[in-house]
């Protein structure tokens, strides 16, 4: 995995450009969003859905509303579980005998990457927030001859191909007039990131259980439809299917086959229109004692399905649950494995990109059977 050190953070417009230099001489230009974190279902810097939600999602006995979401934020809250000052939610569950028993899933060596990395491709689902750039820094001015191999690159770190975790402190709550993220702490957004709850307060890296849930798999398809929502009963379903109970430190791997579907129809607007979690699966999630909510476009169901709510899953898991979602997830390659072995529990490493008030970090993560 790529170390970096920090040498440069600069401000430009609305945007925090980080630039870092790893061991191997590479230089990483991050763009962070500042103020991208929004509350009760406003949209910050995302425009509103032109979609229509799922009619499934209106049934009654799923339907989810703003009144029920606002109960859930006390029901399901973990502030102060982990004490007062804890800036890494779910994370704590992932503990040392939890890491020694994932380690005993490891029979064959076999590895696989769970990351999909930014693209300068012009595409609606690319250069999302931020320009994506690279070039090479050591340059004869007069002859453009490129005199060594040394290079730069910039990108935002919640991109549309990016395979990201988001920190924390990505989306907020108000309360008495405050903006407030998890466990209480105050949004200190600056030209600087997160004060409190950035994706370098979250330890320097895991390694626990991962458990895939193949939805095209269980259902005969090569992909779920845009705006295709996912319910308890579908995730329970295939745990019998699997052989699998989703347990406490686990990381959940939903995969609706987004990178699929471009691959043979080309990009589209996942973000307003894509297969995803109905908010109805917040409790299922908290009970469980999911670590990790990891998922190959932007977990929420899109649209939700919720009035007033662009992305409920975003908003209860990361502000009073403290669970960290992984976006972008690349899962093809792990889910071949798993059919291939009929097996759908491995062991899941990754190392925290550790930016200085990152609000996300690249999710350079391994599935290892």
Excluded at 99 to 110: D, K, N, P, Y
Excluded at 192 to 218: Q, S
Aim: glycine fraction near 10%.
């Amino acid at each position: 995995m790529v170390q970096m050190k920090v040498f440069m953070i600069t401000k430009v417009s609305s945007m925090m450009r980080l630039t870092a230099i790893s061991t191997a001489g590479v230089a990483f230009t991050l763009w962070i969003v500042l103020g991208s974190a929004y509350a009760q279902g406003t949209q910050g810097v995302l425009p509103p859905s032109v979609r229509s939600p799922h009619p499934s999602t209106q049934n009654p006995a799923v339907l989810v509303t703003l009144e029920k979401l606002k109960q859930w934020e006390s029901e399901l809250s973990n502030w102060g579980r982990w004490g007062p000052r804890d800036q890494r939610g779910t994370l704590n569950l992932i503990t040392p005998s939890k890491t020694r028993a994932a380690a005993e899933l490891v029979t064959e060596g076999v590895s696989v990457s769970l990351a999909h990395f930014v693209s300068e491709e012009e595409a609606i689902d690319s250069q999302t927030f931020a320009p994506t750039e690279h070039w090479m820094t050591n340059i004869d001015p007069d002859t453009g001859e490129v005199l060594f191999a040394l290079d730069a690159m910039s990108f935002s770190l919640h991109d549309g191909q990016l395979s990201h975790m988001d920190a924390l402190c990505h989306y907020r709550t108000e309360r008495n007039g405050e903006k407030v993220i998890f466990n209480g702490y105050p949004q200190n957004l600056d030209e600087h990131g997160c004060k409190d709850l950035a994706i370098d307060r979250m330890g320097p890296g895991y390694v626990t259980r991962g458990i895939l849930v193949d939805m095209p798999l269980l259902r005969g398809l090569d992909w779920l439809e845009p705006s295709t929502p996912i319910y308890v009963s579908d995730l329970e379903d295939w745990e019998e299917f699997a052989g699998v109970t989703v347990g406490s430190g686990d990381v959940l791997l939903v995969r609706t086959g987004r990178w699929a579907k471009r691959e043979q129809e080309g990009p589209w607007d996942y973000g307003g229109g894509g297969a995803g979690l109905h908010a109805s699966v917040l409790p299922w999630l908290s009970q469980r004692g999911v670590a990790v909510l990891v998922g190959d476009a932007v977990n929420d169901v899109q649209p939700s399905g919720v009035e007033g709510m662009r992305r409920p899953i975003h908003q209860l898991t990361q502000v009073f649950i403290g669970l960290p979602l992984v976006d972008n997830g690349y899962l093809e390659d792990v889910a071949k494995e798993a059919n291939q072995r009929q097996r759908w529990e491995f062991m899941v490493s990754w190392q925290i990109t550790s930016i200085p008030g990152g609000t996300a970090g690249p999710f350079n993560a391994l599935a290892t059977f």
